[in-house]
């Protein structure tokens, strides 16, 4: 029960390390969470402060996935590896240092992805990259990407950890975009820009 107990707790607590939040705070001098969607994630920091804030914003959520995934394979094992990236997501998605409103996970999902199984995460980060270039919306790539993960899971016959992962993961990231799934089929969901909108922190 300790061997899951404690890497679960910590992993929870790493993943609930807010770095969209900081960014925001470092960067901008700004809570993030007052600006655009209001969501402490980093596609709102990305929107509000532009690509390079957006980039760090991304790269500090996705590697505390990897850290806590690959850390835990290392030294324990793939079927508690699975169990502590969960914790690290949900500690991302409801961190108690943000009073449990966190980003939506996907960034710290493909980190774990990486560590786990990489060719899979490199299929996804393509497919995300791809869609976002064709349609300039990243919650549609990320919607996607989501329902995608179980089906090349399987397809490649992962641990069946992992392959359970994959399905509570994909399902999970899909019910945290449920607005932008509304905004979606309303046809007024927002498009990204890569320009540095520095009208509207003023």
Excluded at 144 to 173: D, Q
């Amino acid at each position: 029960m300790i061997k899951f107990l404690l890497p679960a707790v910590f992993s929870y607590f790493i993943g609930s390390i807010p770095f969209s939040f900081l960014t925001a705070k470092f960067i901008g001098g700004i809570d993030i969470r007052n600006y655009g969607s209001g969501n402490s994630g980093a596609t709102n920091v990305l929107r509000t402060l532009g690509k390079k804030a957006g980039a760090i914003a991304f790269l500090g959520d996705f590697l505390k996935g990897f850290m806590v995934a690959i850390i835990v394979k290392k030294f324990i094992g793939i079927d508690i590896a699975v169990i502590c990236s969960t914790f690290c997501v949900i500690g991302h998605c409801y961190p108690i240092f943000l009073g449990f409103k966190g980003g939506k996970g996907v960034a710290t999902t493909g980190g774990t992805i990486f560590a786990l199984y990489p060719l899979i995460g490199a299929i996804l980060l393509a497919c995300l990259i791809l869609i976002i270039k064709a349609s300039r919306i990243v919650s549609l790539a990320s919607i996607s990407s989501a329902l995608l993960f179980p089906i090349i899971s399987f397809i490649f016959k992962t641990h069946k950890y992992f392959l359970i992962y994959s399905v509570i993961l994909g399902l999970f990231v899909v019910y945290k975009h449920k607005s932008n799934i509304s905004r979606l089929i309303a046809g007024n969901e927002s498009k990204i820009s890569f320009k540095t909108p520095t009208d509207k922190i003023q």
